[in-house]
């Protein structure tokens, strides 16, 4: 089992900015891809950004693109989500997710390993 922590989550005014942490912890996998999804009142969860393994690739949902960037650290058990230039629509609850393997996908259930979620606000 792999446990991930989320932390950074609040509130924001629009055009700022804030950092959201996931730290994994559990059994060591040889790789593992680290996305983030979100989930606003009444829609679908959607994913927002995934970066593999090494941090080489990285791979952004259409709605966030060019404002929100992901790394990881060096140890590979936190990755973190720059979140820039914020609009009330990127208002949800963000969840750190992790997959075996150097796949970045883009569907929910190809994740094996969820966060309990960190609430992000964007007030107008």
């Known amino acids: 089992q792999v446990q991930l922590v989320e932390s950074g989550g609040g509130l924001v005014q629009a055009g700022g900015s804030l950092r959201l942490s996931c730290t994994a912890s559990g059994r060591t996998l040889t790789s593992i891809v680290m996305g983030w999804f979100r989930q606003a009142p009444g829609k679908e969860r959607e994913f927002v950004a995934g970066i593999s393994w090494s941090g080489g690739s990285t791979d952004f949902g259409d709605s966030v693109k060019g404002r929100f960037t992901i790394s990881r650290d060096v140890y590979k058990t936190t990755a973190y989500l720059q979140m820039n230039s914020l609009k009330p629509g990127d208002t949800a609850v963000y969840y750190c997710?992790?997959?075996?393997?150097?796949?970045?996908?883009?569907?929910?259930?190809?994740?094996?390993?969820w966060g309990q979620g960190t609430q992000v606000t964007v007030s107008s």
């Open positions: 997710a992790a997959r075996a393997g150097s796949y970045i996908a883009h569907q929910r259930h190809e994740y094996d390993y």
